[in-house]
């Protein structure tokens, strides 16, 4: 596929509980508003749930770029009933080698504040994992991966599960 090689998370890939499976294409529901109240809209789920205690520094995938923070769910933005690390996280990145590699953590608070594009080398913390209890109780905590290349959806595990 490429010589993109990532340093995963974890080892362990979030199963199956309330809230359904961690794995990459899982079928999801999400509450919609519309035409019919309470509806339940299907969608896959989007990248890879690796199952990692909160308050755990993550290491830098690979030689890359952060070029975006944010926030995971704009529901949390400006709510005054959330501190700044309550709210949870956003991280986009690039790998370094080829920018067409973008890399999404989610459930995560960058180390590094400041502007970007901001470089970081393979394996050095770049990122602290939070808890996803607050939002959804009972869940396995984890941090959430998704990879594009050229803007289109890979499964996470054929890069980084592929590592000795």
Known sequence: MS?????????QVRGVDDYGSGAFGAKRKRWTAGAALNAKTEYEHK?????????????CPCD??????GIAYSDEVNNPRLSEDQVLGSI?????????????????????KGGF??????GIPFAVVQSVARRYPGIVNHCHVEIRHRGVLV????ILMEQA
């Open 3 to 11: 010589d993109l090689r990532i340093i995963p998370p974890s080892r």
């Open 47 to 59: 990248g890879l749930d690796f199952v990692v205690a909160p308050g755990t520094y993550i290491p």
């Open 64 to 69: 890359a770029w952060i070029i975006r923070t």
């Open 92 to 112: 986009r990145l690039e790998w370094a080698e080829d920018p067409a590699w973008q890399l999404k953590y989610l459930y995560a608070r960058p180390i590094y």
């Open 117 to 122: 594009p901001f470089r970081v080398d393979g």
């Open 155 to 158: 499964d996470p595990a054929t």
